[in-house]
Every structure is written in C-alpha cells, then in structure tokens.
T-cell receptor
C-alpha cells in the first residue's frame, strides 16, 4: 500500500501556543487529503477535507479559524492548531486519497498525539 | 438509521478459529467498501477493499460484499493474537469523496 507520513508523532505544548502538523504522501500524489481527530476509545471524527490549491472543506462544528489547513502541493498538507487549549488534546490523523486501479483508496498517516498542558 | 453499522463487540474468538466481522450500510448507491484495522493507540491501516459482489481473498482475509442485502463482511481465518484490534468498516456514500466509517468492532483473539 501507499505510504503517508506525519510529523511530529507526538507533541506537548503549553496552552495558548500554536502547533503545526505535517502530512506527506511519500510515494504517490494525493488528490485529496483528510484530517481526522480521535479521542480515547472513540471513533474517528473527520475534521476537514482538503484538495491541493483550494480551501479546505470543514465538517460541521469544526472551527476553521482554529484548525488551519494548508494543502500546498499534491504531497503535503498541514494542520495548524491555533491557540491550543487542553480540550484540543487528542490524536490527530491525516489520510491521503488517490486513484488505485480506478478507485479511490485512502491511506492513513501514523497520527500525531497532541497534549496541551 | 446510521449510515454504517457495526457491532461494537468485543468479539472474542480462540486462536486458530475464524473471526467473522459484519457491517451493514444504508446507502444503496455505495460502490466502494473498505476494511481498516486499528490497533490501540495507532492509526487505521487499510487491509481490504472490495468493489464487486462476491468474495475477495487476500491471505487469511476474505471480504464479502452483498449489495442487494447491503452488507459487507470480513472473515479472518486462523485467527492469531496479533489480529486483536478494532476493525473499521468504511465506504463512500453517494457522490461524497469522503469515507463514512462505522464505529468499529473490537476483536479479541484468545490463547
């Protein structure tokens, strides 16, 4: 399968600071990238969908001014959590989608565990 | 009715047995179906995709799709303790480019 990387894998920050998470598709060009959040023992929650060169589409209830998404190229998307607070502590996972054998398949990065003190 | 339904489990099977995981969905127009495995504290990993009615086999895994009955299942033969994880069913609904996930079934393979 295709490889998606995320950096950093773990970050601890103070309340009020901003944190940037990078997502890269390493061996394919991703037509679309997705950002998810997962709290302990809960399901994946889609936050936003981004296509290269255009504005991200945010899911209902996700603050676009707090979670800034930039999709600068077909292999890189970034999520910036601005003015992070303890309630933003979560597991953030990106995924990248591309066509394989005529179908869209989504591959996940390893995730970034954010802890806000 | 939820778009994608899975029994949350846990489903407990002895080592060496066949684990059967089921998923039903509501959108008859869905065409692409996926099974992801997620270990605790890790991100989901794509293990099977299926697009046509019938069975698709890959090693110890078999995905089964029945569009008329709107269900997709995953069979794991010769279950191993390392198969213990949460299995997520996912599909594209309508014309959406985003996946809709079930809540996952937790599988426990016991020694």
């Amino acid at each position: 399968g295709a490889v998606v990387s995320q950096h950093p894998s773990r970050v601890i920050c103070k309340s009020g600071t901003s944190v940037k998470i990078e997502c890269r598709s390493l061996d394919f060009q991703a037509t679309t990238m997705f950002w998810y959040r997962q709290f302990p023992k809960q399901s994946l929650m889609l936050m936003a969908t981004s296509n290269e060169g255009s504005k991200a589409t945010y899911e209902q209830g996700v603050e676009k001014d707090k979670f800034l998404i930039n999709h600068a190229s077909l292999t890189l998307s970034t999520l910036t959590v601005t003015s992070a607070h303890p309630e933003d502590s979560s597991f953030y996972i990106c995924s990248a989608s591309s066509h394989f054998e005529g179908y869209n398949e989504q591959f996940f990065g390893p995730g970034t565990r954010l802890t806000v003190l | 009715q939820k778009e994608v339904e899975q029994n949350s489990g846990p489903l407990s099977v002895p080592e060496g047995a066949i684990a059967s995981l089921n998923c039903t969905y509501s959108d008859r127009g869905s065409q692409s179906f996926f099974w992801y495995r997620q270990y605790s504290g890790k991100s989901p990993e794509l293990i099977m995709s299926i697009y046509s009615n019938g069975d698709k086999e890959d090693g110890r895994f078999t995905a089964q799709l029945n569009k008329a009955s709107q269900y997709v299942s995953l069979l794991i033969r010769d279950s191993q303790p390392s198969d213990s994880a949460t299995y997520l069913c996912a599909l594209y609904t309508g014309t959406a480019s985003k996946l809709t996930f079930g809540t996952g079934t937790r599988l426990q393979v016991t020694l």
